[in-house]
């Protein structure tokens, strides 16, 4: 019989909220063990897989824009050739050093990071298999935080054209030549206009009326002027009805409602960015008594609660709007419940758990000469030409403009780090 290794806090899978929880409980004093599956994911997806190395493709795809438009500011310079497997390499040092510092981080927390698959065989109780071993742990209080991954739904043909997600086209060692993007989210957004100013003819086909549906419309039509205006073929409307790897390697996807009209489009390489679904194969959350809703994401009431007592979840899992931040407000509200502040547990605010959620996790930037801000609906509007003045690294945070309704819309154009350009 394995022994039962027995924890005050077991985390399955360090997103986050998990690896904030662990360590925070960890300082406490309390026994504190955190899974997570592999050391390539220490720290979660955002840091590896998604937020961390988009921001840096998006920093190299800025600088290439900025280097293309130069004459336009009167600094003469050429851009040459570019090296992919130089923007790869920078995006693996930046995920690397993050990785590291994550790793520091759980070592001075005191907690103890188990590398393995997490299975659970009971209430509050996973066995880990690592290093050929099984070990089995037991938590008082358990916190779910596993991940998701891009979905590819059934449509003709798109599963055996064996498509690029968010995370393999992140791995890429050659720019597309021609990129067909499905979808119109703000994963598709930012990797579209990335690859487009890193030298990709890039199309995106989006079946709703509008880009990024949850956003109000003047935001999202002041967001396809800007990625029209950056040479990108935005198609709203059109619905990808079949998707066909041809003989020569190409693909060729059929619309159906574009403007009322069938078509297809051709391209090098599709990326389906067409959501994110929960990750759970294997993970047997069965036999730890929680319940998953229709699409498979973890039942969680408003304090974060599974089905299961003493068993919470927080993140992407709990089919909730997925970002780093919306994980990160989970572990605040889970640290509550934990500390036994049960007086007034901060209820999980509609705000974070809505789908209204904006996007902020967008990082789409105006070209470096596209200024529009402070345009009045009198005036004439600058954003279907180029007009002169700074360009968006130049300008205040949020800095705002006006849409065509007269309300100031504002860009998420910040100053970034210019060793990570995440902003
Ligand atoms: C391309 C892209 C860009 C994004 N950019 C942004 C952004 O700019 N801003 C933003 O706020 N959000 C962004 N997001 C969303 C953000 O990445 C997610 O919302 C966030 O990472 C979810 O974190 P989490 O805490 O739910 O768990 P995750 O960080 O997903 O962690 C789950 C962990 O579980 C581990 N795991 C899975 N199964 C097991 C198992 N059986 N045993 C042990 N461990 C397991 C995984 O390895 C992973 O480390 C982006 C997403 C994508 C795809």
């Not at 579209?192 to 199309?203: K, N």
């Not at 009322?260 to 959350?285: H, I, K, Y």
Request: with cysteine; glycine share 12%; proline share 6%.
């Amino acid at each position: 019989m394995q022994q039962v290794e027995r924890y005050d806090l077991l985390v399955v899978a360090g997103g986050k909220g998990g690896k904030t929880l662990a360590m925070d409980m960890a300082r406490t004093g309390r026994r504190v063990a955190m899974v997570e599956r592999v050391p390539e994911m220490i720290g979660g997806t955002c840091i590896n897989r998604a937020c961390i190395p988009t921001k840096t493709l998006v920093r190299s795809a800025e600088i290439a824009e900025l280097v293309r438009r130069a004459g336009e500011f009167g600094v003469e310079a050429t851009l040459g050739s570019l090296d992919a497997a130089g923007v790869l390499g920078r995006k693996e040092a930046v995920v690397q050093g993050m990785r590291d510092m994550n790793l520091r981080q759980f070592h001075d927390s005191g907690m103890e990071l188990v590398l393995g698959d997490a299975r659970f065989v009971g209430p509050r109780r996973a066995e880990v298999i690592a290093d050929g071993g099984t070990r089995v742990l037991e938590g008082e209080q358990v916190v779910i935080n596993l991940a998701a991954r891009p979905a590819i739904p059934a449509i003709p043909g798109l599963a055996e054209a064996v498509p690029l997600t968010s995370e393999t086209l992140l791995d890429l060692e050659r720019i597309p030549g021609r990129l067909l993007v499905l979808g119109g989210g703000y994963v598709a957004l930012e990797l579209a206009q990335a690859m487009r100013r890193l030298g990709s003819e890039v199309t995106i086909i989006e079946r709703g009326a509008q880009l990024l549906a949850r956003e109000d419309e003047d935001i999202a039509t002041a967001i396809s002027d800007i990625l029209r205006d950056d040479g990108i073929d935005v198609r709203l409307g059109a619905e990808a009805r079949r998707v066909e790897r041809l003989a020569d390697g190409t693909v060729r996807i059929d619309l159906a409602g574009q403007d009322g009209r069938p078509g297809s489009v051709a391209g090098d390489d599709v990326m389906a960015a067409l959501g994110r679904v929960p990750a759970t194969n294997g993970v047997n959350l069965d036999a730890a008594g929680v319940e998953v809703d229709q699409r498979g994401f973890i039942r969680v009431d408003e304090q974060l609660r599974t089905t299961a007592p003493g068993t919470f979840a927080v993140g992407d899992i709990t089919g909730g709007p997925q970002f780093t931040h919306v994980s990160l407000d989970d572990y605040r509200i889970v640290k509550a419940n934990l500390d036994g502040d049960r007086a007034a547990p901060p209820a999980a605010s509609s705000r974070t758990r809505s789908s209204s959620t904006p996007s902020s996790g967008a990082s789409v930037s105006p070209s470096a000469t596209r200024v529009s801000w402070g345009t009045t609906s009198g005036s004439p509007p600058c954003r279907r030409r180029r007009c002169p003045g700074p360009g968006p690294s130049e300008r205040p945070a949020g800095s705002s403009r006006r849409s065509s309704t007269g309300r100031p819309i504002v860009f998420s154009v910040r100053r970034s780090s210019p060793r990570t350009g995440v902003r």
